[in-house]
């Protein structure tokens, strides 16, 4: 079950400054649980008490999560996930 | 400091100017680790507000892609204030998630008034940066 992950610039303080990791869930929640069992502090950074925290964008493949079922969404061997942060202000 | 040349400068407040009353946002790619901003992208603000901007998410992971095939980076992230000045608002620090780019803020309050500033936003703090511009 493994899943590439890709983690924007400012996320990179949690993953030694690599671009991109692995993991693995059946689940986008389980994959964000093991990738904290290593990278501590990386979940808060996207997910609050409500779910996935509202500026940041989390895509599977070509498709964001929001889309399919938020953390919810299933995960096969092979998928690709990114992570980016939204581009907003006022 | 933002060194920027005249047309892109110039390029920024046009897509403000022509986005008025609404706001305007956009990033210029250069390539990674050379702080030079090159490539002009405007980009949609899915918001469609006179006080909020934000990329469509669908825009933001195209953009990042091509970025990143092309080795690319945002050296500059800017959008338009249509109503007051040229500074980050509350708003904009802490959304900010690109702490190695400039942030470029146009005000278009004013029509006959250009109001063209840069700066760096990191860890909440804001720091503005002188900007230089390379005539054509």
């Known amino acids: 079950m493994a899943v590439e992950v890709r983690i924007p610039t400012i996320l990179r303080q949690y993953t030694g400054g690599e671009k991109a990791v692995n993991g693995e869930g059946k689940t986008l929640d389980e994959l964000f649980d093991d990738l904290e069992s290593r990278h501590a502090g990386l979940r808060a950074r996207l997910v609050d008490e409500n779910g996935l925290r509202r500026f940041v964008n989390v895509y599977l493949n070509d498709e964001d999560v929001r889309f399919l079922g938020g953390l919810t969404t299933e995960l096969k061997d092979g998928d690709s996930v990114t992570v980016l942060p939204a581009v907003a202000g006022g | ?136």
């Open chain 2, 1 to 136: 400091m933002l060194t920027i040349d005249a047309a892109i400068r110039d390029a920024i407040i046009a897509h403000a100017r022509a986005d008025h009353p609404d706001e305007a946002c956009g990033v210029v790619a250069g390539p990674a680790g050379s702080d030079r901003p090159e490539r002009f992208i405007p980009m949609a603000n899915a918001a469609r507000s006179t006080t909020f901007y934000e990329f469509d998410s669908m825009d933001l992971l195209k953009l990042y892609r091509e970025m990143d095939d092309r080795d690319e980076v945002p050296v500059i992230v800017y959008h338009s204030h249509t109503a007051t000045e040229a500074y980050p608002s509350r708003t904009d620090i802490s959304y900010a998630s690109e702490p190695d780019a400039h942030y470029v803020l146009v005000s278009t309050r004013e029509p006959d008034t250009v109001e063209f500033r840069s700066f760096r936003i990191r860890d909440g703090e804001v720091t503005e940066e002188p900007v230089t511009v390379i005539p054509a």
